[in-house]
């Protein structure tokens, strides 16, 4: 790697900002909209050469999955065409490429944890895009790392976690799907594991061994709705008091994108070649429910204040 920063896609994302959080004394520049657009791609070349990064880590994605449906367009733009224009940059200019992508790529039917071989089929445009770009990025750039991740969440931006949160205030009773399962994830952990990437191949060079496609995902898997009921007994323990939650089907819950019922993914690789397995998903939900709810004792304090 070189001396130019650690370039970082995706603006004030979740996983963008968990990384701006714990890159400690690593040079890094974020960039995001409206400066770095992967809907204007003509701009992206000339913000790449005066940037001249040594990696770069691409956490910018189209990731409405229902709305992706109704605007395939945007979703390959975003999801396929600008991760392809940074991994030939990246291949031009011989640094390595980290690019995230997602569960969706699969179709769930498995019943057992996705390897990193399986065959993908995604069921929506958001997957379809996404396998896409892991395709392009693949295919351009000989040092491109592919990390799939899912159901991430952190304590900012737009998440299953702060979306139950805010709807146990307001309701005494959630319906909540618990036929589908997959294996949450803390842009935290997923950032530490990122950046111990990085550091791996900064301190030994890049081997062949590093290029390819990573599963990286908490620890341990459970369902949408027992996903939700431990948000709300983590925030028992901060004096929340929990809605009642009832278990319904994905038929009792439609929507315009069809989920896979069984994403979970078996993170072993990761291990075996990069050192780094992600903490049990219950344990870092515990942390970040506080983090959310701290902030909101604070927010309300300052609130009061002002």
């Not at 959080?21 to 913000?47: C, I, K, N, S, Y």
Request: aromatic content about 6%.
């Amino acid at each position: 790697m070189g001396a130019g920063p650690i370039l970082v896609t995706g603006g004030s994302g979740q996983l963008a900002a968990a990384l701006a959080a714990a890159a400690g004394q690593r040079p890094m520049l974020h960039v995001g909209r409206p400066q770095f657009d992967f809907d204007h791609p003509e701009t992206l070349p000339e913000l790449l050469h005066h940037a001249a990064p040594s990696l770069i880590v691409n956490a910018a994605a189209y990731t409405a999955v229902d709305r992706a449906e109704t605007d395939a367009d945007a979703a390959t733009r975003a999801n396929r065409d600008g991760p392809a224009i940074l991994a030939e940059y990246c291949a031009r200019a011989g640094i390595p490429l980290l690019h995230v992508s997602t569960d969706y790529v699969f179709d769930g039917l498995k019943a057992a944890p996705y390897v990193e071989t399986d065959a993908t089929n995604p069921t929506g445009v958001y997957g379809a895009t996404k396998l896409a770009g892991e395709q392009a990025v693949l295919a351009a750039c000989p040092r491109a790392v592919v990390l799939r991740t899912s159901w991430v969440y952190a304590a900012r931006g737009r998440n299953f976690v702060l979306t139950m949160l805010r709807l146990g205030a307001e309701r005494d009773r959630l319906r909540v799907v618990a036929d589908q399962i997959g294996c949450p994830t803390a842009a935290a952990d997923l950032a530490a594991a990122i950046l111990g990437i990085i550091d791996r191949i900064g301190d030994g060079g890049w081997r062949d061994q590093y290029g390819g496609i990573f599963h990286a995902a908490g620890t341990g898997s459970v369902s949408w709705h027992g996903f939700a009921a431990a948000i709300f007994a983590a925030a028992s323990r901060h004096g929340v008091r929990p809605p009642m939650l009832e278990a319904i089907t994905t038929a009792e819950y439609p929507t315009a994108a069809r989920r896979p019922p069984d994403s979970r993914l078996d993170c072993g690789k990761l291990a075996r070649v990069f050192g780094s397995r992600l903490p049990l998903w219950q344990d870092s939900l515990e942390r970040v429910v506080g983090e959310i709810l701290q902030a909101q004792h604070e927010l309300r304090a300052s609130s009061i204040v002002s």
